[in-house]
């Protein structure tokens, strides 16, 4: 075996369960025809990118090719932020300025470099299950320890008696994400608010803050206009703001985002610094130059989103009419549904019998469900129906 970093190396050689699944997908399709595969294993937008992104990606090209493809700075070009600031104040009036954006390769690389910034090793990141897997990479990677609160499988908020346990002086920061991958949830006001006073609570008894990371991919992917998401920043001031355009503007393989430290916080200055220190150590410095320009004439919109609710209804309607439970899902695009079957892996690989693709709800953190991505076509998931039906019939639902 090769005398290296065998972590990196483990890292690389194990493909997640939902790779895994979209593999499987793949295989499957070749053997049966793509028609007949209903594949729900991936958070993949399926509706195209605002056409104005497009037509300045071309614009871009054709104005000035060589200062469009060179190097911005290592934080981001300065009107890009200058422009992301103005449209997060207009949106949220949260007086954020130029001097708070990083721009990145999207919330991943946010998520990394947020981590990287506030952690020492052997600090402590919490996250509430159920949380996107990647989560403990990117945590265990900066030499810091990832503490799970378990799920609240009532509603799929957060179990705030285990949460108060889990916050000792050993925690440097939680993450949070809502509207949420896996569940679909939006945190409710009450959920915010409880938790904020948490988190100042705790800062206060333990003399340090516990900062909040909040991973906002899905912020605009919210169906029910009852169902809020408020600026965290307005809310705590110890926040960073992990965002990303892949599913909002549907540019996720264009890898752009941002990271906001909120200049509320007094060391504001200090955690600015280690975010730009932490991007440059992981190599994460100057984010793809034409996106940080293309982005500029969407910001403040979205693609249209309106076949995501309308799959989420017909989805949502359709299995719990079938016996399926499954919490109400107000965002994101995923439904998390109770698994029949005590073991959530068993019960996707009866469900690909029926050539439904299905990921396991146990690299999130929590056991005894499985998700579905739809973010596919309303036409897919009408042709899924019958055997999503059979499916429960076999366990007699
Ligand atoms: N966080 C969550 C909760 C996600 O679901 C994803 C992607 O699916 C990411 C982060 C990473 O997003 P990006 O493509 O912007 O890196």
């Given at each position: ?27 499957r ?23 104005i ?8 090209i054709?104005?000035?090719t ?15 932020r ?10 949220f009036?949260?007086g ?9 390769c999207?919330?991943?690389?946010s ?10 090793k ?14 403990r ?7 810091a320890?990832?503490?799970?609160v378990p ?7 957060i ?23 896996p569940?679909?949830?939006v ?36 169906y029910?206009?009852?169902a ?6 307005n ?9 990303s355009?892949?599913?909002?503007l ?59 609710k ?29 698994s029949?079957?005590?073991?959530a ?10 050539d ?13 469900y499985v ?14 129906l019958?055997a ?9 639902l």
């Amino acid at each position: 075996m090769a005398n290296i970093n065998n972590r990196m190396m483990e890292l690389g050689k194990v493909r997640s369960v939902i790779r895994e699944t979209f593999e499987y997908g793949n295989k499957r399709a070749k053997e049966i025809g793509r028609e007949n595969v209903y594949d729900f294993s991936l958070g993949n937008p399926s509706v195209p990118t605002p056409e104005i992104v497009d037509k300045e990606m071309v614009n871009l090209i054709n104005d000035n090719t060589v200062a469009v493809h060179g190097y911005t700075s290592a934080q981001g070009a300065e009107p890009t932020r200058i422009a992301i600031a103005q449209d997060i104040n207009r949106r949220f009036s949260a007086g954020v300025t130029k001097d708070d954006i990083y721009m990145t390769c999207g919330a991943a690389a946010s998520l990394t470099i947020s981590i990287s910034a506030l952690c020492n090793k052997g600090d402590e990141i919490i996250a509430i299950a159920p949380f996107f897997p990647e989560y403990r990479v990117f945590v265990e990677s900066a030499g810091a320890k990832l503490v799970v609160v378990p799920a609240d499988t009532e509603n799929f908020q957060i179990n705030f008696k285990e949460l108060s346990r889990l916050i000792t002086p050993k925690t440097k920061g939680i993450i949070i994400n809502t509207p949420n991958n896996p569940t679909g949830v939006v945190f409710s006001e009450n959920t915010i608010n409880r938790l904020c006073d948490i988190l100042r609570e705790k800062s206060k008894e333990f003399g340090n803050p516990v900062y909040l990371i909040t991973d906002e991919p899905y912020r605009e992917l919210v169906y029910d206009t009852d169902a809020k998401v408020p600026y965290l920043i307005n809310c705590y001031d110890h926040t960073l703001v992990c965002y990303s355009y892949s599913k909002s503007l549907s540019l996720p393989g264009d890898r752009i985002g941002y990271i906001v430290v909120s200049n509320k916080m007094p060391e504001h200055e200090d955690i600015y610094a280690a975010v730009c220190g932490a991007g440059r150590a992981l190599g994460f410095v100057c984010a793809p130059s034409i996106m940080q320009r293309a982005i500029l004439p969407a910001l403040g919109k979205t693609s249209d989103l309106s076949v995501y609710k309308k799959n989420r209804d017909l989805l949502y309607e359709s299995l719990t009419k079938m016996g399926y439970t499954c919490v109400h899902p107000d965002g994101a695009f995923y439904l998390f549904v109770k698994s029949p079957v005590p073991d959530a892996s068993e019960f996707c690989l009866k469900a690909r019998e029926y050539d439904i693709l299905l990921v396991p709800s146990d690299s999130f953190g929590c056991t005894g469900y499985v998700r579905i991505a739809y973010c596919v076509t309303t036409e897919m998931i009408q042709r899924s129906l019958p055997a999503f039906e059979k499916l429960a019939e076999s366990y007699g639902l």
